[in-house]
C-alpha cells in the first residue's frame, strides 16, 4: 500500500489529469524589464538574467526594453512565414502519420520561435546541432519541403537512406548535424565542433539545443565543462516546455531555480528568455552570437515555453496533464504573438495572415504529392536494399560483401 | 633505424602525423603538458602548442563527444582515454554515435576519431585498471578495432588509424610498453632493444589496418592471438618445443580470416587466445568464423585460453593472467586429439 507520505521528496506538478489547467505558481516578471549587457560581460555578471526572463514583446504585443533588435518588418514577416510553416507542415505530417504514411513524428507545436528566430538570428554559415523538436531552423534556413518529407517518409528520395526514424533530419548542405535519438549526445559535439571553429578561425560558431529533461544527462554537463574550460563559441540552448514525455521539468531541475542558472555553475553566460516570444529569442542568440565571435564564450539560453502537443505520436499526454494547458500558457502562443505584433506596427493584418496560411497549406500538400511520386514507406520505392551495407564505413570490408552476399543483393 | 618501446614509438607516430598534417590533435587526461601517465604523449605540447596537444577534464563522454565535434569539422583527433577500464562512460559517445555517424548520415558527415587506449593486465593494476574491453567494441558496426604486440607494428597501426576514414579504437596492451613480455611473471623484465620488432623507422610509415602477421611458422597447430598473449604464445611454443604456427591478429575488426583460415586449414589443429574473460569474448568469434571456413580441416576441436570469467583480481592476478601454462595445456589437449 502506498505511504500517503512519501518518505523521500519527490517532486510532482502542480496539476495532474482531472484538475483544472493552472499555471499561476509561475512569476512572469514584465516585458523590457531585464538589462541587456554588453556581450563581453563576464558570465558571472549574467546572474540576474540566469534568474530572471528576457522579454521584449508585452502583453499589447509591442516591442519594449533593451532587448528588442528593433527588426525590419520584413525580417519580422519572414520570421511569421516561417513559423506558420513549421505548425502547417507539423499538422499535415501528423495527419499523414495518423493515416499509417509514416511510422512516427514529432511536432514542434509551441516551440516555433525558439527554433525559427534562433536560427534567423544566427548566421547561415554557423553550425547547428539541433535536438529532434527543431525543424524551424530548416525552415528559416530554406531546405526543400519535399526533401525534409522524403526523408520522414523513407522513399528513394530520403537524402539518409531510410536510415533514421522520420524527423531525425540531416542536412549538411545547411550545416545542420544529424539529429541522435540518444538525448544530450549532441552537445559536446557541438563544443568540440565549436573549438575546431576557433582552431580554423574561419569565424563560425556552433549551436546546440537540448530538452529541458535531457541536461539531467551527463553530457549536458560535461558540455558545460568543455564550454567553460576551453571557451568554446558555442550557443547551448536549453529548451524548457516543461515535459519531459510524461515526466514534468521538476524531475530534472530538482531545487535548482531555473534551467539557466544550471550554466551559472560553470561560469557560463547564462540567460532565461520568454522562448514564445520571436523577438527575445531572436535577441539573445544575437547577443549570444556576437560574444561567442568576439571570443568570450559560450552562453547558456534558457527558452522558457510549453509543449502544446503530445511528445510524439507515441505519446498521449492526456495521461498525464490536464486537458487545455497549452490555451492559458501565460506567454501564449509564438506565432499568434508576432503575428498581433506586426498588426499593431502596421505591417500586417488578418487577411493576409488568412492568405499565408492558405498558401502554406497548399504549399504542404503540394510538396507532399511530390514527395510520394518518389515512392512510400510501404510501397517503395525505397533507398535500393544493398544500401543497408554501405556507409558503415568507407568501404565495405569482407564481413559486409559476404553479409550482402548471403541477403541475396 | 632506431631502438624504441611501444611508448616512444607510439609518441613518434604523433609526431610524425601531428608535424605532416596540421589537423592531427591529441588530446586526454594528464595527456597535455604532463605527456600522459605512460608519457605516449610526451613532449607533443612544447612541440606543437598547447592547442594541438592538451589536458581534457575527467569525462570520457565530454572527451568523446569533443572528439566527434571536431571530426565532423574535418579535424582528426587522437583522443586518449587514460585507462581502457575508464572508456564507459564514454561508450554512448562512441557506440550511438562516432561509429554511425557516415551511416546515419549517409556520408554527409564522417567523425573518424581514433581512440588510444591503454588495456589488459600484468601490472599489478587490480579490476580498474587490467581490463581488455575490446570485444564490447567488436560488436559495434562503424568501428575498427586494432591492438598492436610490438613496438614496430604500434608505430605503423597507428599511422594507419590517424590516417583512416573510419573511427579506430586502439588498444595499447600497457604489460608490452616497455618491453616484450613472454608471461612468465618471476623473470627480469626485456628490453625492446633486443627484439627485433624494437628497430622502429624514424619516419612515417603505416602498416595495413585488416591484415594479420604469422609470427612463428609450424604446421602442428595454428594460435591466433593479439596483444601480449601473442609473446606469451610465442613463449609457450618455445617452452613446449610444439610446432606451432603463431598469428598476430594486430586488428580485430574487420579481422584477416584469410590468413587464419590458410594457417588451420594446414594445421588442422587450432587456440583462438584473449586475454579477457572467456564468455562471449572475441575469441568465440574467431573459433565460429574459423569453424564455418575449416570446419573439414579441423582435426580437434577448437581451444579457447582466456582469462577467466571473473573481474581482474589484484593479488591474484598471475592467477588469472592467462600464462605460458595455459597455452601448453591447450596445446596438449588439442594434439592428442
Not at chain 2, 80 to 94: A, C, T
Amino acid at each position: 500500500m502506498a505511504h500517503s507520505e512519501p518518505r523521500f521528496h519527490v517532486p510532482a506538478p502542480h496539476v495532474r489529469p482531472g484538475d483544472t489547467p493552472d499555471f499561476s505558481h509561475i512569476d512572469i516578471p514584465p516585458a523590457g524589464e531585464a538589462k541587456r549587457p554588453d556581450t563581453a560581460v563576464p558570465g558571472m555578471e549574467t546572474r540576474d538574467l540566469a534568474l530572471g526572463l528576457v522579454r521584449v514583446l508585452d502583453h499589447n504585443h509591442q516591442a519594449v526594453g533593451e532587448w528588442d533588435p528593433k527588426l525590419d518588418a520584413g525580417v519580422l514577416r519572414e520570421g511569421l512565414r516561417h513559423m506558420v510553416l513549421t505548425r502547417v507542415y507539423d499538422d499535415r505530417m501528423l495527419k499523414l502519420q495518423r493515416q499509417g504514411k509514416m511510422s512516427f513524428y514529432m511536432k514542434s507545436t509551441g516551440e516555433e520561435a525558439v527554433a525559427v528566430a534562433g536560427a534567423m538570428a544566427m548566421s547561415k554559415d554557423d553550425m547547428v546541432f539541433p535536438s529532434y523538436r527543431q525543424q524551424g531552423i530548416l525552415f528559416a534556413r530554406g531546405r526543400d519541403i519535399v526533401d525534409m518529407m522524403c526523408h520522414c517518409i523513407s522513399n528513394s528520395r530520403d537524402n539518409l537512406k531510410g536510415r533514421q526514424l522520420p524527423v531525425h533530419y540531416t542536412w549538411a548542405e545547411g550545416k545542420f548535424f544529424s539529429i541522435s535519438g540518444n538525448l544530450a549526445t549532441q552537445l559536446p559535439q557541438a563544443v568540440g565542433y565549436a573549438m575546431a571553429c576557433e582552431y580554423r578561425g574561419d569565424g563560425e560558431i556552433a549551436a546546440t539545443w537540448i530538452g529541458d529533461g535531457s541536461t539531467a544527462e551527463g553530457d549536458f554537463h560535461g558540455a558545460l565543462v568543455l564550454a567553460s574550460t576551453y571557451r568554446a563559441p558555442v550557443i547551448v540552448n536549453v529548451v524548457n516546455n516543461q515535459w519531459a514525455i510524461s515526466t514534468f521539468q521538476g524531475i530534472a531541475a530538482g531545487d535548482a531555480p531555473t534551467f539557466a542558472y544550471k550554466g551559472m555553475g560553470y561560469g557560463l553566460a547564462s540567460l532565461r528568455i520568454d522562448g514564445n516570444d520571436f523577438l527575445a529569442v531572436y535577441a539573445a542568440t544575437q547577443w549570444a552570437a556576437e560574444r561567442a565571435r568576439a571570443g568570450h564564450g559560450t552562453t547558456v539560453i534558457e527558452h522558457f515555453t510549453y509543449r502544446a502537443d503530445a511528445h510524439s505520436t507515441s505519446d498521449d499526454p492526456s495521461g498525464y496533464r490536464p486537458k487545455g494547458e497549452n490555451a492559458i500558457w501565460p506567454l501564449g502562443d509564438p506565432i499568434e504573438r508576432l503575428k498581433q505584433h506586426l498588426i499593431g506596427l502596421g505591417e500586417w493584418d488578418e487577411e493576409r495572415h488568412a492568405a499565408l496560411e492558405k498558401e502554406l497549406n497548399e504549399l504542404v500538400i503540394a510538396s507532399y504529392k511530390e514527395a510520394e511520386s518518389h515512392g512510400t514507406l510501404h510501397d517503395g520505392p525505397l533507398s535500393p536494399v544493398e544500401s543497408i551495407f554501405e556507409d558503415v564505413y568507407a568501404e565495405p570490408d569482407w564481413r559486409l560483401r559476404r553479409q550482402r552476399q548471403d541477403l541475396g543483393v | 633505424m632506431a631502438k624504441m618501446n611501444m611508448i616512444q614509438a607510439l609518441n613518434s607516430a604523433l609526431d610524425n602525423m601531428m608535424e605532416r598534417d596540421p589537423d592531427v590533435i591529441s588530446f586526454g587526461e594528464d595527456a597535455g603538458y604532463f605527456g600522459g601517465v605512460f608519457r605516449v604523449t610526451a613532449n607533443l605540447q612544447t612541440k606543437y602548442g598547447l592547442d594541438r596537444s592538451f589536458d581534457a577534464p575527467i569525462n570520457e563522454a565530454a572527451i568523446m563527444g569533443m572528439a566527434i565535434g571536431m571530426a565532423a569539422k574535418g579535424l582528426k583527433p587522437v583522443a586518449e582515454i587514460q585507462f581502457s577500464d575508464y572508456i564507459f562512460p564514454g561508450l554512448d559517445q562512441i557506440v550511438s554515435e562516432m561509429s554511425r555517424i557516415r551511416y546515419r548520415t549517409a556520408g554527409a558527415f564522417t567523425t573518424p576519431v581514433v581512440v588510444r587506449t591503454p588495456c589488459g593486465g600484468g601490472i599489478r593494476g587490480g579490476q580498474t585498471h587490467s581490463m581488455s574491453p575490446e570485444a564490447f567494441f567488436t560488436q559495434v558496426p562503424g568501428v575498427q578495432v586494432v591492438m598492436p604486440s610490438n613496438p614496430y607494428d604500434a608505430k605503423g597501426l597507428l599511422i594507419a588509424a590517424i590516417e583512416s576514414p573510419d573511427p579506430v579504437i586502439f588498444f595499447e596492451p600497457k604489460r608490452l610498453y616497455n618491453g616484450p613480455f613472454d608471461g612468465h611473471s618471476g623473470g627480469a623484465l626485456s628490453s625492446w632493444a633486443n627484439h627485433p620488432k624494437g628497430e622502429v623507422p624514424e619516419d612515417h610509415y603505416s602498416l595495413p589496418i585488416g591484415k594479420a602477421e604469422v609470427v612463428r611458422e609450424g604446421s602442428a597447430v595454428t594460435i591466433v592471438a593479439y596483444g601480449t598473449l601473442v609473446l606469451v604464445a610465442q613463449a609457450a611454443a618455445e617452452k613446449a618445443g610444439v610446432d606451432a604456427e603463431v598469428i598476430d591478429l594486430k586488428t580485430l575488426v574487420p579481422y584477416d580470416i584469410e590468413t587464419i583460415a590458410r594457417s588451420v586449414n594446414k594445421t588442422g589443429r587450432c587456440i583462438v587466445a584473449q586475454e579477457a574473460p572467456r564468455t562471449s569474448g572475441f575469441a568465440a568469434e574467431l573459433a565460429a568464423q574459423i569453424q564455418e571456413e575449416c570446419f573439414y580441416a579441423l582435426e580437434a576441436p577448437i581451444q579457447r585460453v582466456t582469462g577467466w570469467d571473473t573481474p581482474y583480481p589484484h593479488a591474484h592476478e598471475w592467477s588469472y593472467f592467462p600464462g605460458p601454462d595455459r597455452f601448453i595445456n591447450a596445446m596438449n589437449t588439442v594434439l592428442e586429439a
